[in-house]
């Protein structure tokens, strides 16, 4: 742990230090770059600002340390027993993101958008939520800044899971079963289908849709994929560049399991910033599902960041936005791009992607709970399974190696993805080539 006078004041930004930065987002109407008048109907000021930043450091306000102050430091472990099961030679660290009160590294993020919404005297927040992990990250933050914050979650998880929901009421937010009669997108679903269960598409169309009717006091919030989530979540790397300068390691691979790039990032770039800037050689690698494999087997293109085709186009590997990955508990790795840093950062090979198997993954979580205790979320599963395939990789070679991976989640309102896993019902599901060209054909060629 860190003592608070030790906590990070600066996120980092990568794009500062890129050998070639990304592209810029288009707007699909001119495909030209995005103009911030166009964007600031949707997001508060200063996000659009560090969306677009090439400045290598941005202050963190003290109202936000403050509150990151509630959780943060996130403990850095040194995983002895699972090194000891696995009999390695590789030392094994984690950074535990699961002790923020919503349970993953999300809140890192909801926080400063919540307080520079308030800052600019918005009133109302819209978002929307799969499995709620967001939403309730949202929620927290929401009221420490006395926001009124609208959730819109899609109405089969809204069914399905109930508990983060009443985490969201509890931290005070109103959640909405998407699609909803509140909105002219939800309406028109529900005319031609009343009995339809929702998508995160159209959750995202009806948050959307409310904040731009009201340009004064409501602004749309979001949880990963865009370039200042992805900055604001590097007090994870930042954190651990100091926290592994106390163990005298450092390590040769740093491992973040992959949906929009946003956990990756955290623990990733502070490690990439050695590799440019001092000659380092740490391996970063980002870990998908398998079946949802954008990264290993997506093309770089420019895509909508969303189903419904509302976002800007993003440079971005991708499967095509209507790509349907299987139903995989992993709720939070179903996304069919990535964030456009990242994007950059894999097509000029500076980090590396793996795919992984859903038993595989639940596999490595039973291990880790076994040895650590620590039961992760089923996304965060997907990191530990690399970090045993690495560890196994140098007992093989003989070479004492230093892994460092992201525990972006415990897993404890997600034990639904174990119990299906200890009956034996969960499989594996690899997409075909077939299926992959399908949605990428359907995009337009724009680079
Ligand atoms: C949302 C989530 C993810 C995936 O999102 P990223 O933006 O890729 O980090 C991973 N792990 C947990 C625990 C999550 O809640």
């Not at 948050?207 to 994870?236: F, W």
């Not at 992993?330 to 097509?347: D, E, N």
């Not at 000029?348 to 076994?370: N, R």
Request: negative net charge; proline residues 6%; contains cysteine.
């Amino acid at each position: 742990m860190l003592a608070d006078t030790e906590l990070p004041t600066r996120w980092y930004n990568i794009v500062a230090d890129m050998p070639t930065r990304p592209l810029p987002p288009l707007d699909p109407a001119t495909k030209k770059p995005v103009t911030k008048e166009k964007m600031s109907a949707i997001f508060a000021e200063e996000l659009i600002d560090q969306e677009m930043s090439t400045e290598r450091w941005i202050e963190i306000p003290d109202q936000v340390q403050d509150l990151y102050k509630i959780w943060r430091s996130t403990p850095l472990v040194r995983a002895y027993n699972l090194e000891k099961a696995l009999d390695t030679p590789a030392k094994i660290y984690f950074k535990n993101e699961g002790v923020s009160p919503a349970g993953s590294h999300k809140p890192n993020t909801a926080i400063p958008q919540a307080y520079y919404n308030y800052k600019q005297g918005i009133k109302h927040l819209t978002t929307e939520t799969g499995a709620g992990q967001w939403g309730s990250a949202i929620a927290l933050a929401s009221q420490y800044f006395g926001l009124d914050l609208k959730v819109f979650m899609v109405k089969v998880s809204y069914n399905q899971k109930p508990y983060r929901k009443l985490m969201m009421n509890a931290w005070g937010a109103d959640v909405i079963a998407s699609p909803s009669t509140l909105t002219e997108a939800g309406r028109n679903v529900l005319a031609r289908d009343p009995e339809c269960s929702g998508s995160l598409g159209l959750a995202i169309s009806e948050a959307v849709e409310m904040a731009i009717k009201d340009p004064e006091h409501t602004r749309y919030c979001l949880g990963s994929v865009l370039n200042h989530v992805l900055l604001h979540q590097t007090v994870i790397g930042e954190e651990a560049l100091r926290q592994m300068e106390m163990t005298g390691d450092y390590p040769d691979i740093v491992i973040g399991c992959f949906g929009g790039g946003s956990n990756f990032a955290g623990i990733g770039f502070s490690f990439l910033r050695g590799n440019f800037t001092e000659g380092r050689k740490t391996r970063v690698v980002a870990v998908e599902p398998q079946s949802c494999p954008k990264l290993t087997r997506g093309e770089f293109q420019y895509d909508f960041g969303d189903v419904a085709g509302f976002t800007p186009l993003i440079p971005m590997y991708t499967l095509g936005h209507n790509f349907q990955p299987a139903d995989i508990h992993a709720g939070g790795l179903r996304y069919h791009g990535a964030g456009s840093i990242v994007s950059q950062l894999l097509k000029d090979k500076l980090i590396e992607a793996q795919s992984v198997p859903q038993l595989e993954t639940m596999a490595a979580g039973v291990l880790f709970s076994k040895t650590e205790g620590i039961i992760p979320a089923p996304e965060s599963t997907h990191a530990v399974a690399v970090a045993i395939r690495e560890a196994l990789k140098a007992k093989e070679e003989g070479t004492p190696k230093t892994i460092l991976f992201n525990l972006s989640g415990h897993g404890l309102v997600d034990l639904y993805a174990y119990e299906q896993y200890f009956a034996g019902k969960l499989n594996n599901y690899e997409v075909t080539d077939e299926e992959i060209r399908r949605t990428v054909a359907q995009l337009e060629k724009l680079i």
